[in-house]
């Protein structure tokens, strides 16, 4: 694990664990990592500058069905998060 706390841009921390690869948006194929903020939940973000982020939503052309798309995949991670929580205990 290699967890950061990093503050966006607009000012929201999250953690992103920087030892997982970045994904692609399936709407616009931009490069984006998921940080999880306070509320234990998932947001897509991207690199706009070296080590400067802001949410993807702010920037995907096609943020109202990415949101939509998102909530499924925030489970996923969900699931991975947990399983990983699991692992740990191993
Ligand atoms: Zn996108």
């Keep these: 694990m290699n967890t950061k706390e990093i503050i966006l841009l607009g000012g929201t921390g999250v953690y992103v664990d ?27 973000i991207e690199e706009v500058e070296e080590g400067v982020y802001q949410s993807h939503f702010a920037s995907c052309p096609d943020a109202t069905k990415f949101r939509r798309k998102t909530m499924s995949r925030e489970r996923q991670c969900d699931e991975i998060a947990r399983n990983e929580q699991e692992l740990s205990k191993l």
């Design 18 to 44: 920087f030892s997982k690869r970045p994904v692609k948006c399936r709407s616009c194929n931009a490069e984006i990592r998921f940080g999880l903020t306070d509320n234990n939940k998932f947001i897509p």
